[in-house]
T-cell receptor
Framework: GENVEQHPSTLSVQEGDSAVIKCTYS??????FPWYKQELGKGPQLIID?????GEKKDQRIAVTLNKTAKHFSLHITETQPEDSAVYFC???????????FGTGTSLTVIP | GAVVSQHPSWVICKSGTSVKIECRSL??????MFWYRQFPKQSLMLMAT?????????EQGVEKDKFLINHASLTLSTLTVTSAHPEDSSFYIC???????????FGAGTRLSVL
């Protein structure tokens, strides 16, 4: 099955700086890679996703890049704000099934 | 985006009682719903996958007789924790998916505390 690894587990940045979270996956058949933001005591919220037919996707301050050859994808948050502080999860899913394989999460703290 | 409602958000119960958690897709029909369990500071652990009108598929190690899942309609799935014990205390989260795009939309989660 799929194995998704996520780094770092914790990340602290100064407000205004950029944050990068990286994930690797093992199953070359995986073709959909969403990123979720989870605030304390709440459910995960989809913030951006990318499919295997593109290499990069951007939505305002958030971007995701995908390297299919190396089997890794990254979340980039620019001009970070305190409200970006949360736990971020990456996931990978194969076209052969509908099960998400989640990374272990990254706790991001943006210091004002 | 699609909205998934989960109820209750927090429940406290006595050991030995059963607790039902509801998951509803409010503005779309969910062909598949998923139930996850999350321990503090850990990732989401998939418990089971359910398709409307059929039996749920449980992940290895998840007791189907303890965690009863019903997906009676395209907008509602329920998880019943039977004879709950303190070790069942956790954060339970549902998600719903529709169509071939495989996007999952998550509920806000239910915090279960078993005394």
């Amino acid at each position: 099955g799929e194995n998704v690894e996520q780094h770092p587990s914790t990340l602290s940045v100064q407000e205004g700086d950029s944050a990068v979270i990286k994930c690797t996956y093992s199953d070359s058949a995986s073709n959909y890679f969403p990123w979720y933001k989870q605030e304390l005591g709440k459910g995960p919220q989809l913030i951006i996703d990318i499919r295997s037919n593109v290499g990069e996707k951007k939505d305002q301050r958030i971007a995701v890049t995908l390297n299919k050859t190396a089997k890794h994808f990254s979340l980039h948050i620019t001009e970070t704000q305190p409200e970006d502080s949360a736990v971020y999860f990456c996931a990978a899913i194969s076209h052969t099934g509908n099960q998400f394989y989640f990374g272990t999460g990254t706790s991001l703290t943006v210091i004002p | 985006g699609a909205v998934v409602s989960q109820h209750p958000s927090w429940v406290i119960c006595k050991s030995g009682t059963s607790v039902k958690i509801e998951c509803r897709s409010l503005d779309f029909q969910a062909t598949t719903m998923f139930w996850y369990r999350q321990f503090p500071k850990q990732s989401l652990m998939l418990m089971a996958t359910s398709n409307e009108g059929s039996k749920a598929t449980y992940e290895q190690g998840v007791e189907k007789d303890k965690f009863l899942i019903n997906h009676a309609s395209l907008t509602l799935s329920t998880l019943t924790v039977t004879s709950a014990h303190p070790e069942d205390s956790s954060f339970y989260i549902c998600s719903a998916s529709a169509g071939a795009k495989n996007i999952q939309y998550f509920g806000a989660g239910t915090r279960l505390s078993v005394l």
